[in-house]
Each structure stands twice: as structure tokens, then as C-alpha cells.
Nanobody
Framework: VQLQACGGGSVQAGGSLRLSCAAS????????MGWFRQAPGKERELVAA????????YYGDSVKGRFTIFRDNAKNAVFLQMNSLKPDDTAVYYC????????????????WGQGTLVTVSS
């Protein structure tokens, strides 16, 4: 499984970005997908995760109400819509996939994308 994340960039506080993650796998609809981020000097954190069907969703407290995770299984892709961005959202964002939500939560996903940088200026 290969994951390719894109969509990062520089934006002012209050702005929006949409991250995309394309997966090269036949059975994408079998995988839990997550978005993680790591800011300079900070530990990596799970931002959002979504179940294979899209019916189950998790958000970290810091992004609830501002970020939306969704997926398109027909296109083998997962997305992270980020609104009302804050400077604290500045980080490298990674998508990850696994057939176990437990491994996603434990940051031990089997498959990781290369990361895309999001910079939010005040």
C-alpha cells in the first residue's frame, strides 16, 4: 500500500485548506484511515480518523468543529478539510492507513504517507 498526501501550503489564520491522500491499493474500503500531524518540537498526534465505511469518525479535541475528515472509496482517497485554521495548526500532516483502528490510535499504522506541510501565519 502506498499513500500519497498533498494539499499543504501556507495560509493566514482563519483560512482553509483541504488535504488529500491517495491510496494505491485495491481494497481501500477495508482500511481505517487517519490524519496525523507533527509540529516542530512536539510529538506526533492523531488529528482525525475514519472507519472503512466512513460511518465512524474520530477527531482530536484541538480540531473538533474546525476539521472534517471524509473519504471516497471509489477514488481510493481520504481528505481532511481544515477550516478556521490557527497558527497552532502549523505542522507536517501525514495520512496513514491500517485495517485496525487500534493501531491507528496507537500511531502504529502499517502504512504512512510522506507528509505535507501546513503553515498558518497570524
Amino acid at each position: 500500500v502506498q499513500l500519497q498526501a498533498c494539499g499543504g501550503g501556507s495560509v493566514q489564520a482563519g483560512g482553509s485548506l483541504r488535504l488529500s491522500c491517495a491510496a494505491s491499493v485495491r481494497t481501500f474500503s477495508n482500511y481505517y484511515m487517519g490524519w496525523f500531524r507533527q509540529a516542530p518540537g512536539k510529538e506526533r498526534e492523531l488529528v482525525a480518523a475514519i472507519s472503512p465505511s466512513g460511518g465512524g469518525i474520530y477527531y482530536g479535541d484541538s480540531v473538533k468543529g474546525r476539521f472534517t475528515i471524509f473519504r471516497d472509496n471509489a477514488k481510493n482517497a481520504v481528505f481532511l478539510q481544515m477550516n478556521s485554521l490557527k497558527p497552532d495548526d502549523t505542522a507536517v500532516y501525514y495520512c496513514a492507513g491500517d485495517n485496525s483502528m487500534a493501531r491507528i490510535s496507537a500511531q502504529r499504522a502499517s502504512y504512512w504517507g510522506q507528509g505535507t506541510l501546513v503553515t498558518v501565519s497570524s
